[in-house]
């Protein structure tokens, strides 16, 4: 059974279960989860989605013309312009080898192909390493306006609701005003806070919150850090230190190096996440706002283009809007109107 019907039968069973009011706390928690990107992904579906079911309809068999409007499609969708590429070759081969010459079944294979472009054969996973042996350490990276902070806040949330102690650690001492923000944030989450003054080392402010998380017993340390510096190289060697420092005092640290991506800025974010990915070892990807576009396929080009998965979707405001990326649902609630 390909994807497009795995999935669809799989949230049929969820809104059967729904529907005759079984309380079981895991899947009432499922099922607002897909609430959650069914709400939080209405722009795209409604984008690029219904581009794809009008196109669905507008040709009864499949024909050059229709796979170059496809392209155009997709392409607009930001999933990129190599990876569509790509993907329309393998969608022809299979199409023929298939003798599939029908539009709408051949918007089930779409779906099928977009999965297995994610996927790739990979054992993915959107779980966050932990230390067995101490605290876990995650540091956050991306350039100024993506929402970083308040990311930084709401996986703050998430693991004090998991009944973890949390330190926010402020080495973004380069940008007016940050360290004062994450500190505000601490306060309205209810979890630790270390920062020093702006213009202080990020490495000693770093050395130094990681010795309070181990003198005082945190679970999980997150780690903000500078969007920018002078220039590239400048930027490299300050998280290298970082990095040394925290790999010094806790064993196996920074365990995740997590970058955050506006999605609203598109290929531009690419383009930012291929940059981060030279200067420094990136473990995952944060999509922010991914509610505020009709162009759903980032989450698509960004791991097609930058071979690290997505462990994040930011799907609104509130803080259970940031959701653990889930390959399926992020399919069925892209698709759903098609299934």
């Given at each position: 059974m390909g994807i497009f019907n795995r999935i669809k039968d799989m949230f049929k069973t969820e809104k059967a279960t729904e529907e005759t009011s079984i309380k079981e706390e895991k899947i009432d928690k499922k099922i607002e989860e897909v609430k959650v990107y069914e709400k939080g992904l209405t722009k795209s579906r409604e984008g690029f989605v219904s581009k794809l079911a009008n196109l669905t309809n507008k040709y009864r068999t499949i024909n050059d013309q229709y796979f170059d409007e496809l392209e155009e499609i997709l392409i607009m969708a930001d999933i990129g312009v190599n990876t569509v590429m790509d993907f329309i070759d393998r969608l022809k081969i299979r199409a023929s080898k298939e003798k599939i010459d029908d539009p709408k079944i051949l918007k089930e294979?779409?779906?099928?192909?977009?999965?297995?472009?994610?996927?790739?054969?990979?054992?993915?996973?959107?779980?966050i390493n932990t230390n067995p042996n101490g605290p876990t350490v995650v540091l956050f990276v991306g350039v100024n306006g993506v929402g970083k902070t308040t990311t930084i806040a709401k996986i703050a949330h998430k693991y004090k609701e998991e009944g973890k102690k949390v330190l926010l650690v402020g080495a973004d001492t380069f940008r007016a005003g940050a360290v004062s923000q994450l500190d505000e944030w601490a306060d309205k989450v209810g979890v630790g806070f270390?920062?020093?003054?702006?213009?202080?080392?990020?490495?000693?402010?770093?050395?130094?919150?990681?010795?309070?998380?181990?003198?005082?017993?945190?679970?999980?340390?997150?780690?903000?850090?500078?969007?920018?510096?002078?220039?590239?190289?400048?930027?490299?060697?300050?998280?290298?230190?970082?990095?040394?420092?925290?790999?010094?005092?806790?064993?196996?640290?920074?365990?995740?190096?997590?970058?955050?991506?506006?999605?609203?800025?598109g290929q531009n974010g690419i383009s930012q996440a291929n940059s981060f990915k030279e200067i420094t070892n990136i473990t995952g990807i944060i999509l922010t706002k991914l509610d505020g576009t009709a162009k759903g396929g980032i989450v698509l080009a960004i791991k097609e283009s930058v071979g690290i998965p997505v462990k994040y979707i930011g799907l609104g405001e509130k803080a259970d809007d940031l959701q653990a990326f889930d390959i399926e649902k992020y399919i069925y609630g892209l698709f759903k109107d098609m299934m």
């Open positions: 294979v779409i779906v099928d192909e977009l999965f297995i472009i994610y996927v790739n054969d990979e054992v993915l996973t959107n779980k270390y920062g020093k003054e702006q213009g202080s080392d990020p490495a000693s402010v770093v050395y130094d919150g990681c010795e309070k998380a181990l003198k005082e017993d945190y679970d999980v340390v997150l780690i903000d850090t500078a969007g920018r510096l002078q220039n590239k190289v400048n930027l490299m060697k300050e998280l290298e230190k970082i990095n040394r420092v925290i790999g010094g005092i806790i064993e196996g640290g920074p365990h995740e190096t997590l970058l955050v991506v506006d999605a609203t800025t």
